[in-house]
């Protein structure tokens, strides 16, 4: 009589962010079977949304800075100005190169199973992800981080955006103030 599978995988990975991903290959390599949950894009923060865009745009500003500043070491260019939507179209550039986008085929190439959603635990060895019941022996829980949105008053009615949003955007704003002194807000 056949041993009867008590799970659905060894490892359960929630994030497919540097962590989870590398885990994932690791564990997988290790003849673990191994499923990653993403609630959002393959690759996790750094390059969609974090390190990747962010270091475009100011490469784009770095060299902007430069061009306009170019007369005291003899380079001259009277207008030196700059398209915004050719800039997102250079970050954009950027983070496909990343080949974070391909992610997912990656992942199923080398037998990891891959599911989108959120994860939410029903118990220590199962979690669900939209209407799918998934089990594991054991769990790694890489989500990275999550915005903080500071307590300031009247913060909510003026309104804001999160770099979610800013590194979106299609046009710089004409002002603009950031609350936060991290990696991302400094950038």
Not at 42 to 47: A, K, S, V
Not at 74 to 85: A, D, K, L, Q
Not at 126 to 151: D, E, Q, Y
Request: charge should be positive; include cysteine.
């Amino acid at each position: 009589m056949a041993k009867q599978k008590q799970f659905d995988y060894d490892l359960i990975i929630i994030g497919s962010g540097a962590g989870g991903s590398v885990a994932a290959h690791i564990a997988n390599r290790a003849g673990l079977n191994v499923a990653i949950i993403e609630a959002e894009r393959i690759g996790g923060e750094c390059p969609n949304i974090g390190c990747v865009p962010t270091k475009a745009i100011l490469q784009a500003a770095e060299i902007y800075e430069a061009a306009k500043n170019g007369a005291r070491f003899g380079i001259r260019g009277n207008t030196v100005g700059y398209n915004y939507p050719s800039i997102k179209a250079w970050k954009d550039l950027a983070v496909k190169r990343t080949g974070t986008y391909l992610g997912e085929e990656m992942y199923t190439s080398e037998g990891i199973s891959v599911v989108k959603g959120s994860a939410r635990f029903i118990d220590e060895h199962t979690v669900t992800v939209g209407v799918a019941r998934l089990s594991a022996a054991k769990f790694l829980i890489a989500t990275g981080s999550t915005i903080a949105v500071p307590p300031v008053p009247g913060l909510e009615k003026t309104g804001y955006i999160t770099y979610k949003e800013a590194i979106n955007l299609t046009r710089p704003p004409k002002n603009l103030a950031i609350i936060g002194g991290g990696a991302i807000g400094c950038e």
